[in-house]
């Protein structure tokens, strides 16, 4: 199988707190791989690592073969790698269909002339990009919002949302970061359904941050739980769900 | 997309007829030198409000030192003419230039900061180009750079203020200005889609300050004088309040915000005790009832009253 991600060794330090330690992973094409472990357990800074948020301490990311270090996260954007954030950040005040436009601005050709004159490539390249937002909204469902803010959506579409957005980057990898937050059990099934097909019909590789057990264990193919920073398991989800190590992060140690 | 064509010439057309209706009363005496002056102040303004707009309003970067850029402005063009006796036409060119290339130096520090602290470098950086031109012996220091032609026509402003609107229009409709939209409205967010926030910070920066220079430049050749007294931090809050009086983020918002606190004040002249109490009542019954300015971040159109057509050519009916 063909590695898309590799994560080697990799630390990050803020002042006396190893937030994450020696941290290895590699995410290989067409994957789905679930990053878990409690409250606190330096996932998100994980996250932020792989998206350029923050700059390693210690160790190596590479995307594709290229280093992913000291990259800016809009650099990161740009090889390949989209993601969606813990606490919603939509663009609240623009509508829904602008919300996906501005992500497929980095594939926009037409120069700053061409669209302050309104000459050359710019209508064909707005029609475009207008008619594939569009159909972007359509298989999320969200297509009878486009013109609706989208601070004015409910919860759940605020959240698929942001799943299209990120998609409109066209990414090779997509990072999701609890993307079952507050969400019901019902809601949640159906977000497990959307994540897997997603995955085929875009052809990319997901990596997931999540808490919702049930959620993890359904869809995801290979698990890394994290502990105070450390790495303290890594396999299939039903190895991974009998691990004494994992159990104890969980539900604590057993009173002997 | 042959109607967004169709729309442009449309508001070009009410443009047009609009200079003519008032190009005619001023060829009749009909407006009279008082307000021939109030109008082209109001059209300064409006560029002025506008190019603001798309700093604050668009960006979301708040900027208070507009006055500094137009300045550099009226001094360049004022260089141009009288010091080394060029055309207007050079004048305007090279006015807006200088300021855009400064606000791209100055951007590209402070744009760094955020919110207030990006405030008041602003502030700091207005007040910093206003004292260096005091004390420049070449342009008049305090005693101002005197005895520039007149050579800003009705006619001038006119134009270029609808040319300055279309391009910030065109801008905010085109990709790079959905950019602007989206480091307003989350910089993480738009830093993840993968666009270059500070690029796009610089760019708005950029045009807007060079704007600001083009006013600059009319509203030398029009008093006669650029005075350092005339670009103070007071002038920067006057464009600001009228960005904010019309709706942070919204054209025609500072279109009308422009036209409005211009006319008042203008229509105040004669009353200069109540001046400004009426002024300050003005904006402090607005902001109490209307905190988001008079049109929010909406843009005024004929849609709105149920009509097709422009939001342009109504705004600037207004005038």
Known sequence: MEELLKVNDVSMIFGGLRAVSNFTMEINKGELVGLIGPNGAGKTTAFNMLTGVYNPSEGEITFEGKLVNGKKPYQVTAMGMARTFQNIRLFSELTVIDNVKIAYNMHVQYSLAEAVCRFGRYFNEEESITKKAIELLKIFKLDRFKDEMAKNLPYGEQRRLEIARALATEPKLLLLDEPAAGMNPQETHELMEMIRWIRKEFDLSILLIEHDMSLVMGVCERLYVLEYGFCIAKGLPDEIKHNKRVIEAYLGEEVS | ?319
């Open chain 2, 1 to 319: 997309m042959n109607s967004i064509k169709k729309h442009d010439l449309a508001t070009l057309g009410a443009c047009a007829v609009l200079f003519a209706i008032v190009q005619t009363l001023l060829f009749v005496d009909f407006i009279g030198p008082f307000w021939e002056l109030n109008i082209i102040l109001i059209l300064i303004n409006v560029i002025l409000s506008v190019s603001l707009n798309l700093i604050n309003g668009y960006t979301g970067q708040f900027s208070i030192g507009h006055a500094g850029f137009l300045a550099v402005g009226a001094y360049t063009g004022a260089i141009i003419t009288v010091k080394l006796g060029l055309p207007f036409e050079l004048a305007l060119v090279v006015g807006t230039l200088s300021s855009a290339l400064l606000g791209f130096l100055i951007g590209l520090p402070t744009l760094r900061l955020n919110g207030d602290y990006l405030a008041i470098a602003t502030l700091g950086l207005g007040e910093i180009i206003r004292i260096c031109i005091l004390n420049i012996e070449y342009v008049g220091g305090a005693s101002g750079l005197m005895g520039i032609p007149r050579f800003t026509t009705f006619a001038w402003a006119f134009w270029i203020t609808i040319f300055v609107i279309f391009v910030i229009k065109n801008f905010k409709n085109s990709a790079p200005g959905r950019c602007c939209l989206a480091i307003r409205e989350n910089e993480i967010a738009a830093e993840t889609m993968g666009i270059d926030t500070t690029k796009y910070k610089v760019m708005a920066f950029t045009i807007g300050a060079g704007f600001a220079g083009t006013a600059g430049v009319l509203f030398a050749h029009y008093f006669y004088i650029a005075h350092p007294a005339s670009f103070t931090f007071m002038r920067s809050f006057d464009i600001l309040t009228m960005v904010v009086l019309g709706g942070l983020g919204s054209m025609t918002g500072a279109i009308t915000g422009a036209v409005l606190l211009t006319a008042i004040s203008a229509a105040l002249a004669e009353y200069p005790e109540w001046r400004m109490v009426i002024y300050s009542l003005t904006l402090i019954i607005l902001m109490i009832n209307r905190p988001q300015g008079l049109f929010g971040s909406k843009e005024l159109s004929l849609k709105m009253f149920g009509l097709g057509g422009s939001h342009n050519g109504r705004a600037t009916e207004s005038k």
